[in-house]
């Protein structure tokens, strides 16, 4: 049960109606999800986070179904289902396949695993990615 | 400090020895990095988790690269540094740059935040991913 | 589905009688919720308990509303859905309003983002406490 | 050691510049911190970050002694050391003293068993938050 | 609902039945669990986690009842209900009664408190634990 | 570096002496470890903390060695190195062996893996602990 009240996706409040607008623009959809009727009942706040969400979550070097699989991959590793189901339906939209599902979970599963042995075994970076500009 | 003795790269003792030399061919490197010499204080438990990685860390569906980023976003959502810069600097090795791995923590940032939004919101599931054979 | 038998509120068990008692007194309740009937199973366990959150969840520096948005805060990031509704519950119950409990929930994502950022960045601190006596 | 090259507090790149100067005069430091520094390798995130930051952390009905103690017990329970150094300081500079540290550390610590004992005894809410608009 | 389509406990895919028939032998179970019929949507997967939890699911140095209750511990922890009832069911049946099961969840309790204490605190190890061969 | 000061084991302050002088003579041992010398910033959280543990780490239905690999198990999965070290130490004072701690981190391993399977799976339990009173 929600703790706070959805806002209807048919709502007249000019900075909600906004967003919800640009959310059925930039998104195609037809409907407004969840997440962003609970957040509407702070404008400001939903502004913020669709903000972020529309710059982030938008090709770059990393195309969408990627970022999906990713963004599925943090959800699937805190546990929240709403979360999950969203990503892995936006990756299977972008184009990834049933086989490609559960690759992903596999190797979710499999360093969520090696992250808790290296907590146990406290060994140290002998690796680092290269940095650069 | 490590809570367990790394065993050295160039033991003779049969069991490790043939992973170690495994995992050298199959990843083309030349030293063993410190998770698989931590893991064969237990030589069993060495062989069943380069069996796994290597049955799942192997170019599929999903390329070596995109592989790398899902482990390193689980990585980062768990805090473990050793996991960190071993997945950063394999999936740059696999061809991810730096342009690339600024999106991959800015969707890995984002998505912990909806994450723990929707965990406050405790709204239910709107969408499900598709569920075939 | 609980994994322990809540215990009656009615009870004459002298232990738990005595600290379902002492909530009712210091709490102004009629209902003993369920985490107290379900740690009274183990009578010990449930005195323990109670005396911690007694002795925490009182007035001190900090008020009843900052603790209870404390304690709601922490439940968010751990996924809590009982937690989370008792302490926003209780935070309103305090004095805490849609606006506020907006600006919590707000507060909790942000940070949750910026934590998980930081692991990836693997920056070290530049700023510290003041330690005191 | 960091996964990116801290950017230059002094550097000249336009958007950089204008995000370090506008955290300078908002938040009255003559230094920028770490986080800053690491994000700028990405300005739009640095942008995106900095414009949640400075939305979500000014003073509403909650003040800016609350809204650091609430990001501090979310550093705390995610355990990211750079992010509690930094809440506790800024919670102090808004007033916090050494007992109020205290009292907050007790109930982030209480919390963090409450809820995972209810995840072991998997009791439902009986309580609910109010929800109005 | 799951997101993947569990497979028939009865299904005469090859490398799922003698998975499937191997998990009825070695724990002398008449049916299937939902975690072996959701993994079996990828036979490769099943047949990786299959032999890691035959080669560490059995007696050692530890007794089944332990590494049920370390099981346990793990899964209170992550606030994964499956796991939790898998696992203290199955210590259950390796002979933990009920005074044992609430020893164990006092314990996973109060050191999910402690570890976040100690996050809070960020004191340094004091004591080491004995590495040997 | 501790966000508190550590208070000096020959304090005279007499709640934190009486505390102290109880935990060397319970544990038997010559040393108070920095967690009780940072507590003890709260004489009464540090009395609580202790009355806490005092009575759950105790011989009980479950022996101590077992008791303090839970708690290491707890403090592997969220990755408190203080924590790590203290219990692994412990289990060994109470005879943990090497082949014990080796068997005990790969459960640990195994099921923070398949917790995260779960999630990801979304699977429902099918299995129950039996509950009595």
Request: aromatic share 6%.
């Amino acid at each position: 049960m929600p703790t706070v009240k959805l806002v209807d996706e048919n709502t007249t409040e000019p900075r909600v109606r906004a967003v919800f607008d640009d959310i059925k623009a930039v998104r195609n959809v037809e409907h407004i999800s969840a997440i962003w009727r609970a957040l509407a009942a702070n404008p400001e706040h939903l502004e913020l986070c669709w903000a972020q969400v529309k710059a982030i979550m938008k090709p770059g070097v990393l195309d969408m179904k990627t970022k999906e699989m990713i963004a599925a991959a943090v959800s699937i590793t805190n546990g929240c289902n709403y979360c999950i189901n969203s990503h892995l339906a936006a990756a299977q939209k972008f184009g990834l396949d049933a086989e490609g599902m559960r690759e992903l979970l596999a190797v979710v599963g499999l360093y969520n695993q090696f992250n808790k042995l290296v907590f146990g075994l406290q060994i140290e970076p002998d690796v680092f990615p290269k940095v650069d500009a």
